[in-house]
């Protein structure tokens, strides 16, 4: 099977995330966590703010609180007429190749987006590259060890990898320097979510209602239907009786000096 180009494999995300398009929200805890607390890193007040990876947009009031013009960049469309149906200036892009002037943007925010991008670094400069002076972006992504259990119970199953795998912390600081010479500054916030469900089936369906399934991978061959969901609930790890999904989240803070 040929490799899939970079591209491709954003237009496998886009595809993927906009077949959830009716269902995200109802399935988005993660995701609401997420948006708040990067809310918090973002200024009072800019006049254009650009939503990059915008989803669904159900949280459109919170950010137009923060600016005069509110515009939603997204690769799918299916998500980006959810945005245009709510009156949102909506434009379809590719994070790795914004179209944007260098030092022309506001502000920026971008929630639980960047993990999915192929060149996680490459969008990281797009971005400070749009930024004017004094302006700030914010994003928030996915680390290694998210979904930790899941892979866990995966591997009393058999020795392939089925979880997607993030990056480690280690890779974001070593950008730290790199950003500080070109004029941004770079500030990283980890923190540790970790969401109860009744089962892994629970898990599986709020992942595929989010559009992000593909962590689940493929099914162990020979074993499929109740046969599967049992022995993998078997082999995933409980706390005090409790079945929890870890999620390594990782917020990032530039400004252009």
Known sequence: ??????????ELVAAQFGSAVTSYTQHARLQRHAAHQLLALL???QSLLVDLGTGPLWYKALL??????????????????????????????DASQLPFQHGSLDGLYSSLMLQWCPKPELVLQQVAQALKPGAVAVLSTLLQGTLAELEHAWAGLDPYRHTNEFLPLAYFSALQPGFRD?????????ELVQLPYPDVRALARELKGLGANTVLGQKRQGLTGKGFWQQLELQYPRQQGLLLAS??????????L
Not at 247 to 256: H, I
């Open 43 to 45: 200024p009072e007040y």
């Open 182 to 190: 070109s004029g941004i500054e770079l500030e990283l916030v980890a």
């Open 247 to 256: 999620y390594q989240l990782l917020y990032l803070r530039m400004r252009r």
């Open 64 to 93: 137009q609180q923060r600016c005069s013009q509110l515009l939603a960049l997204d690769l799918s469309w299916p998500m980006l007429a959810q945005a245009r149906a709510q009156g949102v200036d909506a434009v379809q892009a």
């Open 1 to 10: 099977m040929p490799k899939l180009s970079a591209f491709s494999k954003a």
